[in-house]
């Protein structure tokens, strides 16, 4: 299976660590938990005697011996099956952890489909053990697999079941923000499994982080427009004024060092207002060598010249490829922003991604205001006058 539901602590590992006389410092040893449903089984002489002197040589119980073997040639069966076999199984077990399943509150479907929505193509969802709860998880990465536990407060349920259509949207944004964070951690951190309990508790304190993103659009050109330049003034005065209408804390854009060198300014206009208003500034666009390490295209010619080298390609088709290309880039903006996490943030982009990267926030729970889809130096002019 490409998601394999036993993924998480490799406590094999762990025992092979404790029954090392030579184990580096801080080496996982942790046991696996025990408690749970009790049964009674039968095994050959010789695998108890491997329980025993395991057990007693790691400092281990002879259940959390046994509780490691079993999670490990879980892990492995699930490695080898196939996809369609494993989610067979998988919807069996779901039938017997969750029987009343379609009981489930409005605000827990709610909160499965923003994390489906969060976690993008690739991540499933799978039942939690209990109703109001569920699994995300991405597929496997280099460090492990990525995956998070949600499960949804009764009260918050109920809060929500009861509440009028303003204060719902406010839950579903500080929802959404939660879901988020709880999210960037599991994709940072493969392997830490973050335990995201949404109550009424977590919702209002997801809302007072006020996580809000200010979006100006417009040509890279501009951006990096020469100091002193006409239209290095009219924007530079439209970011500072951005900066003291929002309350900006920090300035962001879909640049990076390399792009920079090479155009022909030592400083983009954001960096320029930025060190104005004595604020951290961000990079958000990977370089090449980011670029490739990521899977993501070099650049837009690159991704149109493909496109259109396609058998059958059409203009729709190609404007599609580009978008899919576009979404890959902009979620590593939403990481970089997310790793900055200072808000509100002012973020310069191309034109072309104004609409598509206020989306990609609005679904993460970020608060977003876009002043200007496609900025032009005509518009301060026509303001002028």
């Known amino acids: 299976m490409q998601n394999n539901p036993l993924a998480g602590p490799a406590y094999v590992v762990a025992l092979v660590h404790a029954l090392s006389e030579h184990r580096r410092p801080g080496a996982f040893v942790t046991p696996p938990p025990t408690g749970g449903e009790q049964i ?14 395991l057990a007693k040589k790691s400092g281990w119980t002879r259940a959390q011996v046994l509780a490691a073997i079993v999670s490990r040639g879980l892990f492995d069966l699930y490695e080898f099956i196939n996809d369609e076999t494993g989610e067979a ?101 493969p392997g830490t499994e973050p335990n995201v309990v949404v109550s009424p508790e ?110 059958g390609s059409t203009p729709e088709s190609i404007s599609a490829e580009i978008a899919v290309e576009h979404r890959k880039r902009e979620r590593v903006w939403l990481e970089r922003l997310h790793a900055l996490d200072t808000w509100p943030t002012l973020f310069l982009c191309g034109a072309n991604h104004t609409a598509g990267f206020a989306a990609m926030l609005e679904r993460h729970g970020v608060q977003v205001v876009v002043a200007a889809e496609d900025w032009e130096p005509t518009q301060a002019t026509k303001e002028r006058k």
């Open 202 to 311: 977590s919702l209002v304190a997801s809302s007072r982080r006020a996580h809000a993103v200010v979006i100006v659009g417009t040509r890279h050109s501009l951006q990096t427009a020469a100091m002193g330049s006409r239209e290095e003034v009219a924007l530079r005065k439209l970011l500072l004024g951005l900066c003291e209408q929002y309350k900006v804390k920090a300035v962001a854009e879909e640049l990076n060092e390399e792009s920079l060198a090479q155009s022909d300014s030592a400083e983009s206009v954001p960096i320029r207002v930025a060190k104005a208003n004595k604020l951290p500034h961000c990079f958000c666009d990977p370089n090449t060598e980011e670029r490739k390490r990521l899977g993501l295209a070099l650049d837009h010619n690159s991704v149109e010249a493909g496109a259109w080298l396609k058998k």
């Open 89 to 189: 199984i998988m919807q069996e077990i779901a039938n017997e952890l969750v029987p009343m399943m379609h009981t489930e509150s409005e605000f827990a479907r709610l909160a499965q489909k923003a994390a489906k929505e969060i976690a993008g193509d690739g991540c499933t969802v799978s039942p939690g053990g209990r109703p109001e709860s569920f699994w995300l998880m991405a597929p496997r990465r280099p460090k492990g697999i990525p995956r998070m536990l949600v499960r949804v407060d009764n009260q918050a349920a109920g809060d929500f079941q009861n509440a009028r259509q303003a204060e719902r949207e406010l839950m579903t944004r500080a929802l959404r923000a939660g879901l988020a964070d709880g999210w960037m951690r599991a994709m940072n951190q």
């Open 40 to 53: 009674s089984v039968r095994l050959g002489d010789n695998v108890m005697v491997h329980l025993d002197v």
